[in-house]
């Protein structure tokens, strides 16, 4: 299986025995209500699958450009594009004669993606040039991908071309890196000036004050004072915390919030504690937020279903995502997935093991 992502990320997924199964492809596009399929025509042998909410989310950042072109239609999910051999032959979906094998398949593949990114960069240049204006587009080298596949790029000033560097162009330019510096700079080591679901772009150190004082030039040439003033406050931010001295450790080693882990943990083995008071800053999309924060709100000795947290989140057809958020859980049993069961009472699905699960639910008192 080809997945392509909505910012034209690829990556290769193969079955964890011979074909897939319906629940490992159902799980991919967990978090969509609706899953929809195509046959590719193009390429014999192939299904392509895909998610949709209802009505159509239609996010700016959602928008997988890519996808859109290969199936002709707006996609605002990742596809997955899937050989026969890679098909249960049960399910009455497959050719009965495999034309081609799955390393030709792969191939073919690439080549059909690359074909219709050249087909949407040609269109966009026949757009500009119709239009009259320049090429002033940013100049970005790729520098890796994180972990929710979002694509990393590095912005570096000395390799812009010279209309970039134009007025206007560079002043909007400005204005965009203001907006989300105002809205989104913290704290950190890296100096982002964009990011959303699909991609990063961030400066190289030596080159933070270069870009920051060319900002503030323009700003002041518009007389945007207040912009100026934004922009180097952020910046004295950035720099500041870059060069504060790191703490040293004490002689355990072990943090405060650590030390207070451990000791409400034995707390709640003991029975002494029904909710733990620790402060956690977890990183995880919305969805997974949202699910992990109602969670926290199950009482010791009760639980929720799956549907149950689909509908207060107000989602409530989205408890397969509701399901894969609480798989996702990077804390169980200080945020309680084990309280999470199914409709019909079924306590299967544990990250922990089932056996763990009965044994905690056991120690609330849920079960005997």
């Known amino acids: 299986m080809?997945?392509?992502?909505?910012?034209?990320?690829?990556?290769?997924?193969?079955?964890?025995?011979?074909?897939?199964?319906?629940?490992?492809?159902?799980?991919?596009?967990?978090?969509?209500?609706?899953?929809?399929?195509?046959r590719l025509?193009?390429?014999?042998?192939?299904?392509?699958?895909?998610?949709e909410h209802v009505p159509v989310e239609k996010e700016e950042d959602e928008y997988n450009e890519l996808g859109s072109a290969v199936l002709s239609e707006d996609i605002y999910s990742p596809i997955f594009v899937i050989h026969d051999t890679e098909i249960n032959h049960d399910w009455n979906l497959t050719d009965n004669i495999?034309?081609?094998n799955y390393d030709f398949f792969k191939k073919e593949v690439f080549n059909f993606f690359d074909t219709a990114a050249y087909l949407i960069m040609t269109d966009k240049e026949e757009q500009r040039k119709e239009s009259g204006q320049q090429n002033n587009m940013l100049i970005l080298e790729q520098d890796g991908v994180t972990e929710m596949k979002q694509i990393i790029y590095n912005?570096?000033?000395?390799?812009?071309?010279?209309?970039?560097?134009?007025?206007?162009?560079?002043?909007?330019?400005?204005?965009?890196?203001?907006?989300?510096?105002?809205?989104?700079y913290a704290n950190g080591h890296t100096f982002l000036i964009y990011a959303d679901k699909n991609v990063l772009i961030k400066v190289e150190d030596k080159q933070v004050k270069p870009l920051i004082d060319k900002i503030i030039d323009t700003f002041q040439a518009k007389e945007q004072y207040e912009l100026c003033s934004d922009?180097?406050?952020?910046?004295?931010?950035?720099?500041?915390?870059?060069?504060?001295?790191?703490?040293?450790?004490?002689?355990?080693?072990?943090?405060?919030?650590?030390?207070?882990?451990?000791?409400?943990?034995?707390?709640?083995?003991?029975?002494?504690?029904?909710?733990?008071?620790?402060?956690?800053?977890?990183?995880?999309?919305?969805?997974q937020q949202s699910v992990w924060m109602e969670i926290l709100n199950i009482p010791r000795g009760e639980t929720s279903s799956y549907k149950d947290i689909s509908v207060k989140i107000k989602k409530p057809n989205a408890y397969r995502a509701v399901g894969n958020a609480v798989g996702k859980?990077?804390?169980?049993?200080?945020?309680?997935?084990?309280?999470?069961?199914?409709?019909?009472?079924?306590?299967?699905?544990?990250?922990?093991?089932?056996n763990i699960k009965r044994i905690l639910l056991k120690h609330e008192g849920v079960i005997k």
């Open 231 to 287: 922009v180097k406050i952020i910046y004295d931010k950035w720099f500041k915390f870059k060069n504060k001295k790191k703490p040293a450790r004490n002689d355990t080693g072990k943090s405060k919030v650590l030390k207070l882990v451990m000791v409400q943990m034995k707390e709640y083995f003991k029975g002494k504690r029904d909710f733990f008071d620790l402060p956690l800053f977890i990183k995880g999309t919305k969805m």
């Open 2 to 38: 080809i997945i392509l992502y909505r910012n034209g990320l690829t990556e290769e997924l193969k079955p964890a025995h011979f074909t897939f199964t319906d629940t490992e492809l159902l799980n991919l596009l967990i978090e969509f209500p609706l899953v929809r399929t195509h």
């Open 155 to 184: 912005f570096d000033l000395t390799k812009q071309t010279e209309s970039f560097f134009q007025y206007n162009n560079f002043h909007e330019f400005s204005i965009k890196v203001h907006e989300f510096l105002k809205k989104f």
């Open 98 to 100: 495999i034309q081609f």
């Open 329 to 354: 859980n990077p804390l169980p049993v200080i945020i309680p997935c084990h309280r999470v069961i199914h409709s019909n009472g079924d306590i299967k699905g544990f990250t922990g093991g089932n």
């Open 41 to 51: 025509s193009e390429i014999p042998n192939t299904w392509v699958m895909w998610g």
